[in-house]
Structure formats: C-alpha cells, structure tokens
C-alpha cells in the first residue's frame, strides 16, 4: 500500500486563474507560500518561503475562484508531485504541484466569503480527478450566511 498526502496552511501567491476543460470541466490554478523561520549556521534567524502550485477541480475550482484572491491564507489537502522541465535558458528546473481534494479559507480577508466556511464540492465525472478524504458536510457556503458547524472548521 501506499499514500501520498499532503497538508499545507499558507497563502495565496497570486489570484487564482479558472478555466474549463474541452469538456465543460472547471480547472483553477494558483500558488500557495508557506513560510517558516531557522536559525542559520551564524545563528541568525532566517525566513524560508515554499511555494506550491495548485491545481483543483470541478465545483471547488469555481469556488476558490469566486472567494479567494491574493494574499488570503488557506488550509488544503492534497497529492503531490514533482513536476520537472527545463526553462528557456535550457537549464533543468522543478516545481511542487499539489491537486488539491480539500480548499478551506481561514482568514476573513476583505474578499468576500465568511471566515472557515470551506470552498469545496464534492467532485464528479468530466475527468476531473475524483476527491478524497471529503470533510463536513455539502461544498457551498451557505447562501443565508448561516451557522458554520464544527466539522467544516479547518483546525
């Protein structure tokens, strides 16, 4: 057996960028930054900054496009794979690439949206790759701005 998951709180790099698929089948793309602070060898503190891109899905990638921008911190599960090419100055390069089962934003940023309310869907058909480890219950926030259970909490 084998697993590949994979947690990551950050924020948005850039807006996300939604397209469709030939068969009507909603893609988003965009980055999330993690940030951590070492000590280096001098002893000085230093800030490392990871970045991921991110790839979701169906009804979540219309969601993450609709309430999330720039800036805003995120909660979100995942695969992750090495994506490998080489630049034009024909030097090899990597990236981490993430196809995200579960987008939650857990800030209340300014962007519309109500803070810790997921923005994901159950996904279906249209060769969008299918969700796993689904958490609380539906994939929409609610239209009324109503109680947020405990289960749809990110932490």
Not at 33 to 46: L, Y
Not at 82 to 110: C, H, M, Y
Request: aromatic share 8%; net charge negative; charged share 25%.
């Amino acid at each position: 057996m084998s697993f590949n998951k994979i947690i990551i709180v950050g924020n948005l790099g850039r807006d996300p960028e939604l397209s469709y698929t030939p068969q009507g089948t909603a893609v988003c793309k965009f980055s999330v930054a993690t940030n951590e602070r070492r000590r280096d060898k001098a002893g000085e503190q230093q800030d490392i900054t990871t970045w991921f891109r991110v790839t979701c899905w169906g009804k979540q990638a219309e969601n993450v496009s609709r309430y999330l921008s720039k800036g805003r911190k995120v909660y979100l599960e995942g695969r992750l794979h090495v994506e490998e090419w080489t630049d034009r100055e024909g030097k090899p390069r990597q990236s981490l690439e993430v196809n995200a089962s579960d987008v939650q934003f857990i800030d209340s940023g300014g962007g519309g949206g109500v803070e810790g309310i997921p923005v994901r869907s159950q996904q279906s058909g249209g060769g969008a790759p299918s969700g796993g480890g689904q958490r609380g219950g539906g994939g929409r926030p609610p239209a009324d701005g109503g109680d947020i259970e405990d289960d749809e909490i990110p932490f």
